[in-house]
């Protein structure tokens, strides 16, 4: 199980970081992924774009990889056990501890005007979309380690205090080091809130990438043999990795060791390479996202299958809580 949130326009960090993971596991596992329309509503009120985000997010992801018919993907707001079980968890849930939350503390700086109770109780939302169908493997970046901590903590709060119904949460990953998608400008990795220049969106036209590919910095070149790469060398080494060809890549770590390589070249090559790589992905995304008819379809499928998972879910807690009264 894993959330997602519609903030729209996903880039090639969230590709290589998570989506591409989600599509791995999709063969695997009983998957549940949804759009964490709720959880926005603690930062953005205004939902006035809440539906386009939505869409698009939905349709990033399926031109991805991922496939409704193989996995439930749907919208958080479209199951309201979930907030029946977020209720249940506020209980027990402690003020202190959500204080102490980083990301609560990051929110309290970033929006002092609005710190809401939402903000306040968001890893609680959190848990329950993750209890709700008793996942027991997250697939989320470290980021989100302390929220999986504490979905863990309601976990067994709940269990020893009502009866066993949850299991424990955990962080997943394909024992890999999770890919870091370097941004173009050397500092850092590719994300929606650095510089817009240094990160290649998934929406991005053809232009608009070679024009984000040929700023990306780059020096005067090593003039001894196998001279150390530095970092923002590295960071096209590694780009051109991901979405290139092997064969190009050894041509150009050969010509850096031979201090022959003309970055401009190696520039030009890995913006066809990242042209080559998300030109399919936008297409088949944008025509997902405008048929609005097959999109409703696919919320509903995902609904119906998360519904049946959290209803016996809810069940099972209501029976254990003792609020079964007849
Ligand atoms: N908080 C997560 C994020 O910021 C999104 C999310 C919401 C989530 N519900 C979840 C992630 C459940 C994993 C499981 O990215």
């Known amino acids: 199980m894993s959330g997602i949130r519609p903030t729209g ?3 090639l960090g969230n590709y290589f970081g998570a989506v591409r993971n989600y599509v791995k596991l999709q063969s695997q596992f009983t998957c549940y992924f ?7 509503l603690t ?21 991805c990889g991922l496939d409704p018919e193989k996995v439930a993907l749907f919208c958080q707001s479209h199951v309201p056990e979930t907030t029946e079980l977020y209720l249940y968890l506020n209980m ?30 968001y890893p609680v939302l959190q848990a329950a979309d993750i209890l709700l169908h008793r996942a027991s493997l997250v697939p989320v970046g470290k980021d989100q380690e302390q929220h999986l901590e504490m979905a863990r903590t309601f976990a067994n709060r709940f269990n020893h205090r009502y009866g066993e119904v949850f ?51 780059t020096d005067a070149g090593p003039t001894a043999p196998n001279t150390p790469r ?28 031979e201090c022959r ?9 890995l913006a066809e ?27 509903d499928i995902g609904a119906e299958k998360a519904r049946a998972s959290a209803r016996e879910t809810m069940r099972l807690a209501r029976e254990v809580m003792g609020l079964d009264y007849y």
């Not at 930062?43 to 031109?63: C, F, M, Q, S, Y």
């Open 9 to 11: 326009f996903l880039h």
């Open 34 to 40: 949804m759009v964490a329309d709720l959880h926005s």
């Open 43 to 63: 930062t953005h009120p205004d939902t006035r774009e809440l539906k386009g985000h939505v869409h698009r997010v939905l349709a990033e992801n399926i031109a």
């Open 92 to 121: 027990l849930a402690y003020k202190g501890e959500l204080e102490k939350t980083t990301t609560f503390k990051d929110k309290v700086r970033q929006q002092p005007e609005n710190i809401n109770a939402g903000l306040l109780t």
């Open 167 to 217: 299991p424990e949460p955990q962080a997943f990953n394909f024992g890999e080091e999770l890919v870091k998608v370097p941004s173009l400008d050397g500092t850092g990795k590719m994300s929606k809130s650095e510089n817009q220049l240094a990160t290649i969106y998934l929406a991005d036209d053809d232009d608009l990438i070679r024009k984000k590919v040929m700023k990306a910095k």
């Open 230 to 257: 530095p970092d923002y060398i590295v960071n096209i080494f590694q780009l051109m990795q991901l979405v290139g060809t092997a064969e190009n890549l050894k041509f150009f770590e050969d010509a850096y060791d």
């Open 261 to 269: 390589i003309r970055y401009g070249d190696m520039k030009k090559q």
């Open 273 to 299: 390479d990242m042209v080559h790589f998300i030109t399919p992905i936008r297409q088949r995304a944008e025509s997902i996202r405008t048929d609005h008819a097959y999109l409703k379809k696919v919320m």
